[in-house]
């Protein structure tokens, strides 16, 4: 499977918390994809949250996102990583 780092824009303000209940969100549901979303990060003043992700394709991660209520702006192939 690849690899896809993801980007929210317009998250302005984002807690830990809220970065938390919405990776745990994906997590809840990222097998009907077979997706795995490894980790997420967030820059509240920015107000960009960041997804690193395990998929067979970046249509498979924003459909979990959709569902998940939150779709990503941009989603990246990682195609090399150390």
Same mark, same amino acid.
Request: with cysteine; hydrophobic share 40%.
């Given at each position: 499977?690849?690899?896809?780092?993801?980007?929210?824009? &317009?998250?302005?303000?984002?807690?830990?918390?809220?970065?938390?209940?919405?990776?745990? #969100?994906?997590?809840?549901? %990222?097998?009907?994809? &077979?997706?795995?979303? %490894?980790?997420?990060?967030?820059?509240?003043?920015? &107000?960009?949250?960041?997804?690193?992700?395990?998929?067979?394709?970046? %249509?498979?991660?924003?459909?979990?996102? %959709?569902?998940? &209520?939150?779709?990503?702006?941009?989603?990246?192939?990682?195609?090399? #990583?150390?």
């Amino acid at each position: 499977m690849a690899k896809f780092m993801d980007v929210h824009h &317009g998250m302005e303000g984002i807690t830990a918390e809220q970065l938390r209940q919405s990776h745990q #969100s994906d997590l809840d549901i %990222e097998g009907d994809e &077979g997706v795995h979303f %490894e980790a997420a990060w967030a820059d509240p003043e920015a &107000g960009i949250v960041y997804c690193l992700s395990e998929a067979p394709s970046a %249509e498979a991660v924003q459909r979990i996102h %959709e569902r998940s &209520g939150h779709m990503a702006d941009e989603i990246h192939p990682v195609p090399l #990583s150390v």
